[in-house]
């Protein structure tokens, strides 16, 4: 009795609330098991066509594996899993007609159906039979004796699989919302800001018809100076304190919380020229240079380390502003033009201080700030909604399933 408790997930759809304990089955019992074949990315197309219809998957993670698309498929309906590489052991339902390359194998329907729900099984616990010596693999032959725990009932199994195919569904969709409001946010600072050279945005708001004026960064800020280390000056982190950013904290120039550390007020009031606050804008100078943050308003105070660079605007000037100018594609353009270094790219602070700003009138530059910044708003809501289906994802995987955990 308590073994088949073990076989039992802990959340089950109602109606098999008091059925059959789950079964432990090996995959090569289930399904035939092959690969896919060598196939060169100049030969496939980036988009769908009449022509190119079919979907490739390959190794990577983005788009789920989608290499792009091809005039011929090899399977339908099947599981494949990464073979090789840094992503060996992640498993995907492929539905309809696809091709994939030779770094993916193939789980065809035999004994029972590919589908959803056994991509999910197979998923949770795949990861733990990849081999890490030399360069990670999950081949055909470790696949094929790795067990699994599945409902015996093929309706338990079909409804798991629905389930989870909406849940996917829903993560695209908002996926695609998300990544809309990125473009538009991108055409929208590259039509409102002047092109290199020139005075006049394509694009503006209504009674706004002078041209902008070329400043210097430093002419508009206060100070331009950077971080330090503080461990460097004896300190440790904390568990809790001052927030303590680093590059990684800013990702598609927004901040992303809990990606920093913590240091003492102590450690704070040593490093005081670093110290940032409310509407400073940081910039990373070394590594991923380029990437730009603006210290949100509930942040009183924080640190930054010595790859970044903080910039505090003058009153003359509107901070959210600076900030989305700092981050349009052609200033990101131009970073990679001045940088030195090769190896560790890196932006001097003399360069900083250096870039040219065209800026209009204070009225049309809060105007113009407000507006990114009422879609960066947007932008973050759709990235926490996302983040909130993909934990409630992962909940129901923990306890839908049995054997396994993510």
């Given at each position: ?109 035999k004994e029972i159906d590919a589908d959803k729900m056994m991509s999910a099984a197979l998923n949770n616990v ?263 289906l993909h934990k409630i994802k992962n909940a129901y995987l923990n306890e839908m ?6």
């Open positions: 009795m308590t073994e088949n408790k073990k076989l039992v997930p802990k959340r089950r759809f109602k109606e098999f609330k008091n059925s059959n304990a789950w079964e432990q089955r090996k995959v090569k019992d289930l399904f035939s098991i092959t690969r896919g074949y060598v196939l060169a990315a100049n030969k496939t197309s980036e988009t769908k066509s009449e022509e190119m219809v079919y979907p490739v998957y390959s190794s990577q993670t983005k788009d789920k594996g989608l290499m792009g698309y091809y005039n011929e498929y090899l399977y339908e309906d099947a599981i494949t899993w990464t073979t090789d590489g840094a992503n060996a052991g992640t498993v995907n339902y492929r539905p309809g007609k696809f091709y994939c390359t030779n770094v993916c194998g193939v789980l065809l329907s795949a990861k733990n039979h990849v081999s890490y010596v030399g360069n990670p693999k999950l081949m055909n032959n470790v696949m094929a004796d790795i067990d699994i725990f599945i409902p015996k009932d093929k309706q338990e199994r079909k409804l798991i699989s629905e389930y989870f195919t909406k849940i996917d569904n829903l993560i695209t969709l908002h996926q695609r919302k998300l990544e809309k409001m990125k473009a538009l946010k991108a055409a929208y600072l590259s039509e409102m800001f002047p092109a290199e050279g020139e005075r006049m945005p394509k694009r503006r708001f209504k009674a706004f018809t002078n041209a902008w004026e070329q400043r210097k960064l430093v002419e508009l800020s206060n100070f331009i100076t950077k971080g330090a280390t503080p461990t460097t000056y004896g300190f440790k982190w904390e568990e809790d304190g001052i927030p303590f950013f680093r590059n990684d904290s800013i990702k598609d120039n927004r901040f992303i919380f809990g990606e920093f550390s913590y240091i003492s007020e102590d450690a704070n009031t040593a490093l005081i020229r670093s110290e940032v606050r409310s509407g400073d804008i940081l910039v990373a100078i070394t590594g991923d240079i380029g990437k730009v943050g603006i210290v949100p308003e509930n942040i009183e105070k924080a640190n930054i380390n010595q790859h970044m660079a903080k910039v505090r605007i003058k009153k003359d000037a509107y901070p959210y502003f600076v900030y989305q100018f700092l981050s349009t594609d052609k200033m990101q353009e131009k970073y990679k033009r001045i940088k030195t270094g090769i190896s560790m790219p890196q932006l001097s602070l003399e360069q900083i201080r250096d870039i040219d700003i065209t800026l209009p009138s204070m009225e049309e530059q809060k105007k113009i700030g407000d507006y990114f910044e009422n879609f960066e708003n947007l932008i973050t809501l759709h990235q926490r909604n996302l983040e909130k399933f049995v054997g396994g955990e993510r």
